[in-house]
Nanobody
Framework: QVRLVESGGGLVQAGGSLRLSCAAS????????MGWFRQAPGKEREFVAV?????????DYADSVKGRFTISRDNAKNTVYLQMNSLKPEDTAVYYC??????????????????WGQGTQVTVSS
């Protein structure tokens, strides 16, 4: 079992930056694809970013965040990050970290993921 705990959320003005962290415990996440998802009020959970297992050589992003968000991982710290720049009010949501323990390539689909954190709130004011 993997426990994921997100942190780093908060209130920021449009154009600002935040870095989210996802600390894992229970197992090493070195062999897990790791993703970030978000859910805004009244909307379904949506994919944000994913990074491949091990060296993290493969990443993918939602079109809405490409060029602004960067996902990275530090396996030595068992932690995944989401650097968010040029934030917009429409980025306001609860952000969730997720771990995919399968052997498949990276996925943008939430059902592929086996473990989820509790989420961290990001609010971007205009």
């Amino acid at each position: 079992q993997v426990r994921l705990v997100e942190s780093g959320g908060g209130l920021v003005q449009a154009g600002g930056s935040l870095r989210l962290s996802c600390a894992a415990s229970g197992r090493t996440i070195n062999n897990y694809n790791m993703g970030w998802f978000r859910q805004a009020p009244g909307k379904e959970r949506e994919f944000v970013a994913v990074i491949s297992r091990s060296a993290g050589t493969t990443t993918d992003y939602a079109d809405s965040v490409k060029g602004r968000f960067t996902i990275s991982r530090d396996n030595a710290k068992n932690t995944v990050y989401l650097q968010m720049n040029s934030l917009k009010p429409e980025d306001t949501a609860v952000y969730y970290c997720a771990a995919d323990q399968s052997v498949f390539p990276i996925s943008t689909m939430a059902p592929q993921y086996d473990f989820w954190g509790q989420g961290t709130q990001v609010t971007v004011s205009s």
